[in-house]
């Protein structure tokens, strides 16, 4: 049993090397849950004509080959979908007390320009700017000849004021030198929230460089709102004296920025406008960016592009990470790159390794050298001339995703917890029967509208408010807020179903078969793979059985010759016994 048991073993061995892999591919075929679902259409038939039995099986491979091309088509366009990485925005709306936004007013016009008789810099820009000639000191490269040169003058000396902001901040408070940036009594007339009156200890100063010293409530965010409309928020009185304006300022007014009070403020580019003359209502929407206890919250790449980036650690810009702090980081190294100086204008944590592109405020010989360096600032807005735009060229610059904390869930990532949006609507101010308490007192020496020695006057109160103040109202619309959270649109989870409904529609597979054909590739590439030792390991052993035979035969001739030479020993002794005894009966014979 054994030797048939080698032999049957020793002939599947040589067939499997004769031909191939075609072995294996008869076993798993017998073994396969399906037979491949469709390979019986293609197999020879003895009930079928050869004829029909040929174009049957071109029609089933034709059929096969569709479905294949059918499928592959499906697969891309589902592969194609979820690299798409769509999401779904759900909204969910909720009611309770929030506290109310902190809010930064700024002056249009950042400084008095009867208050800066101490800035040789300043005085000697409004003069130059009063007059049509050109002055290369101050950019003016042209006399204001024209609508374009009036223009061109009227934005270089607003960005070198702004460029001289650290040199005017630096005039608040010093001894002998007058103050040339708006207080808080410079600004407020009067001030109440949730209708009661509040005072100058619940603001804070902000220096911002384009609009001076701005004035920010709230700003530890201990004030609660708990209903809505404008009565229930921050309304404020404000002056303007547009008397003391800056000749390059074209606008009056303040402008607003509502915010959270860890966000920088931004008011030039995040910031709402308030005319004078008019009630500028401000109605405040809150939003709720993220649900972290429900395991939902915006998703970031590859789903999007923001960024979960909480705080900023940038070259020129530390803290929370906001995307217009970034730009400015971002635009302030480009600056340092191509001017060889740093923008007061934006933050700056260099040190002394860069100096400023403002270089005196009272050697009068290099003022022409900061209306270079801002020219070259300027000449990094036109992409066209620079190369350099900051959208492509600040690409780390992304939304954030807006991230929330909750105690509850430990592992939703701290970061911006408040949004909100803003609808603003004006009306007149004051209106033609409303009469301030200043205009109605009989004591109206040192206001404004008052010559000095004149009575009081009313209608002269009257006129001077309707062109010099106005009055801003900050308030929740409606205590309801938006929860919007994202999630994955199309996941992983769904991309494997409908792959697998896709080849059991087109090509009548489960994922047992799929299995089994993945079984089948990797016994063929074992296969493969192995051959060639395989070849060395029988060729091997039929060396070693070919020796074993040899040997055999070797050993088997040898016994032959013991024999024969023990025969022909016993043949000898035969003879002598026969010559000795020849009729001596019981000597022994040599058996043949």
Avoid at 367 to 373: M, Y
Avoid at 531 to 554: F, L, V, Y
Wanted: charged share 20%.
């Amino acid at each position: 049993m054994k030797h048939n048991s080698a032999k049957a073993k020793e002939r599947l061995e040589h067939n499997f090397e004769i031909r191939g892999g075609g072995l294996l591919v008869l076993d798993v075929n017998s073994w396969h849950s399906a037979y491949w679902n469709g390979q019986c259409h293609l197999l020879e038939s003895q009930f079928v004509d050869p004829t029909i039995q040929s174009m049957l099986r071109l029609f089933w491979l034709l059929v096969v080959l569709l479905c294949f091309a059918a499928f592959l088509f499906q697969f891309v366009l589902l592969i194609k979908k979820y690299l798409a990485y769509g999401v779904n925005t759900e909204t969910k709306l909720e009611f309770s007390e929030r506290p109310f936004p902190a809010v930064t007013i700024c002056h249009l016009n950042p400084w008095k320009a009867n208050s800066l008789n101490d800035s040789d810099y300043m005085t000697q820009m409004i003069a130059a700017y009063s007059i049509s000639a050109a002055n290369p000191n101050f950019g003016f490269d042209e006399g204001r000849t024209g609508e374009r040169q009036q223009k061109a003058h009227l934005i270089t000396a607003v960005k070198l004021t702004s460029l001289a902001n650290k040199h005017l901040f630096a005039m608040i408070g010093q001894d002998g030198v007058e103050n040339p940036a708006y207080m808080y009594d410079d600004l407020v007339i009067s001030c109440t929230y949730n209708a009661r009156p509040c005072n100058s200890t619940e603001w804070v100063s902000f220096q911002d460089p384009d609009f001076g010293l701005c004035q920010q409530y709230n700003m530890d965010e201990k004030k609660m709102s708990s209903r809505a409309g404008p009565l229930y928020g921050l309304r404020v009185v404000m002056r303007t004296d547009q008397e003391n304006y800056l000749p390059w300022t074209e606008a009056s007014g303040v402008v607003v920025a509502i915010h959270n009070r860890t966000d920088p403020p931004f008011p030039d580019v995040l910031g709402y406008y308030a005319p004078p003359g008019t009630a500028s209502s401000m109605g405040v929407r809150y939003f709720f960016i993220v649900v972290c206890d429900g395991d939902v919250y915006r998703k970031g790449p590859p789903y999007g592009t923001c960024t979960t980036k909480t705080q900023a650690n940038l070259p020129n810009y530390k803290g929370k990470y906001e995307t217009e702090a970034c730009f400015r980081s971002c635009l302030q190294s480009e600056i340092i790159k191509k001017c060889g100086c740093y923008d007061p204008s934006y933050s700056y944590l260099g040190g002394s390794a860069t100096p400023s592109c403002f270089v005196s405020a009272t050697d009068t010989t290099t003022f022409a050298k900061s209306a270079a360096n801002q020219a070259c600032i300027d000449n990094l807005s036109n992409t066209a001339a620079s190369g350099f735009n900051l959208i492509n060229d600040c690409p780390d610059c992304k939304q954030p995703c807006d991230f929330s904390f909750h105690q509850s869930n430990p592992f939703c990532p701290p970061s911006r917890v408040q949004s909100y949006s803003v609808t603003v609507s004006t009306a007149q101010w004051p209106s033609n029967e409303y009469k301030p308490a200043e205009c109605t007192t009989s004591n109206q020496t040192g206001q404004p509208w008052i010559i000095p020695g004149e009575p009081a006057n009313e209608q002269k109160c009257l006129a001077w408010y309707k062109v010099n103040t106005l009055m801003v109202e900050v308030y929740y619309e409606r205590m309801n807020y938006q929860i919007l959270s994202e999630s994955a649109a199309y996941t992983i989870v769904n991309l494997i179903s409908d792959i697998g409904g896709q080849i059991g529609l087109f090509l009548g597979m489960s994922i047992i078969s799929v299995i089994e054909m993945a079984t089948l590739v990797f016994l063929l590439c074992w296969y493969c793979c192995s051959h060639k030792s395989r070849r060395i390991e029988a060729e091997e052993a039929e060396r070693k059985q070919q020796g074993q035979k040899a040997d055999e035969q070797r050993k088997a001739q040898d016994e032959a010759a013991r024999k024969d030479s023990a025969n022909r020993k016993f043949s000898r002794k035969n003879r002598i016994y026969n010559t000795g005894n020849e009729f001596d009966s019981n000597v022994p014979r040599v058996a043949e």
